[in-house]
């Protein structure tokens, strides 16, 4: 054989074994939801579209919240590879970096649509994939729901004044923030705890997701009022968490096939909770619920509050300012065609947080 035959059959073993270095990856992934709360749909459909578009390169096993580890260590198993992704809901993490609590919700300001513009063009997908990797991971969002459904109680609230005293279960920082400014106060608990919580009078009420998903949760059994719209999460995203390790042992033509799958995962995700949603406003009427609707007075009301929140949340953590800042002007921006596109438009544009002011304590 002749040096160059040599040289050739060793690049070819050598492509050969990189080849099968990157084929027949398998990949344990969990989530923070249990099967009896349906956000748990928008996991299992992406789950479904990553093992058909990688084919044989990679599978994904998924394991429901709490099979493998309880929800609140999803963060963790991930970080330290025990596992290798973990569906989540990022606001769950804000004790870690406070940056994580507008990658998941807003108060009065982002609606769905708004996370996916941001996400897919104005930037928003690169600060997921920054924040995240401060922790050694990578992060694919690939799920939003519009606005949550509201406080659901057993006695009925219609004004801010109704609130005071109430022990409320609220997800989220600036959240339980402007909750306290306006009198209750904020009870921190799993979404599989909020049932019995309610039932036992341990807690006054709770809010937890879309109609739907609320539903899914039996809340309409244990709660006679439903307090809407939701404007302390006007929006909700969620994702997959990757250890960095697991992502780079991946070809780069699967790696593709996953963000694929996130993107489409992400559309689909928006059309399916609306239309779920929809369906369960009817069942929650039809069981019996009361439903009220905030005034716009009041709105306008918790607009101002929530900016206040934002703005001294977001300059507590330059991580937290930047990516404020990046919706803001993402707003700002998209703000010229919305508005002018008004009433055929998607959306509001809301009147926010003082831009300049978060922009003063990006470092």
Not at 84 to 91: I, V
Not at 93 to 99: D, P
Not at 158 to 181: A, C, I, K, P
Not at 286 to 297: H, L, Q
Request: hydrophobic residues 40%.
């Amino acid at each position: 054989m002749t040096n160059k035959t040599t040289v050739l059959a060793g690049a070819a073993l050598a492509a050969a074994l990189s080849t099968q270095a990157f084929a027949q990856e398998t990949w344990t992934m969990t989530t923070t939801w249990p099967s009896s709360l349906e956000l748990i749909e928008i996991d299992r459909h992406f789950v479904e579209l990553a093992n058909k578009l990688t084919g044989d390169d990679l599978t994904i096993d998924f394991f429901e919240g709490g099979a493998l580890v309880p929800g609140g260590e999803v963060f963790g198993a991930v970080e330290s590879g025990t596992i290798q992704a973990g569906g989540d809901w990022p606001g769950y993490w804000a004790g870690r970096n406070s940056a994580f609590s507008p990658l998941a919700t807003t108060a009065s300001l982002f609606n769905a649509v708004d996370y996916v513009n941001w996400i897919e063009q104005w930037g928003g997908g690169d600060l997921y994939s920054e924040i995240y990797g401060k922790f050694g991971m990578v992060y694919l969002p690939y799920g939003v729901t519009n606005n949550e459904s509201g406080f659901r109680t057993n006695k009925k609230i219609e004004t801010l004044e109704d609130l005071q005293g109430m022990r409320l279960r609220l997800s989220g920082l600036e959240q339980g923030r402007l909750l306290e400014n306006l009198g209750g106060s904020q009870v921190s608990m799993a979404g599989g705890e909020i049932y019995q919580s309610l039932e036992r009078g341990v807690i006054d009420g709770a809010e937890f997701s879309t109609p739907n998903v609320d539903f899914s949760g039996g809340f309409h059994q244990v709660t006679t009022h439903w307090a809407t719209p939701g404007w302390h999460q006007s929006a909700s995203a969620f994702g997959v968490m990757i250890n960095k390790a697991a992502w780079d042992a991946l070809s780069e033509e699967t790696q593709d096939a996953l963000k694929i799958a996130a993107q489409a995962n992400l559309v689909w995700s928006l059309s399916f909770t609306e239309k779920r949603a929809t369906e369960a406003y009817q069942q929650f009427k039809d069981a019996g619920i009361e439903i009220t609707r905030y005034d716009d007075e009041t709105l306008a009301k918790v607009q101002e509050m929530a900016n206040e929140v934002i703005e001294q949340t977001a300059c507590e953590n330059p991580d937290s300012a930047k990516v404020y800042l990046s919706q803001l002007e993402y707003l700002a921006d998209y703000a010229k065609w919305r508005d002018a596109s008004a009433p055929f438009n998607l959306g509001r544009t809301p009147n926010g947080p003082d831009i300049e002011k978060i922009r003063a304590c990006v470092n």
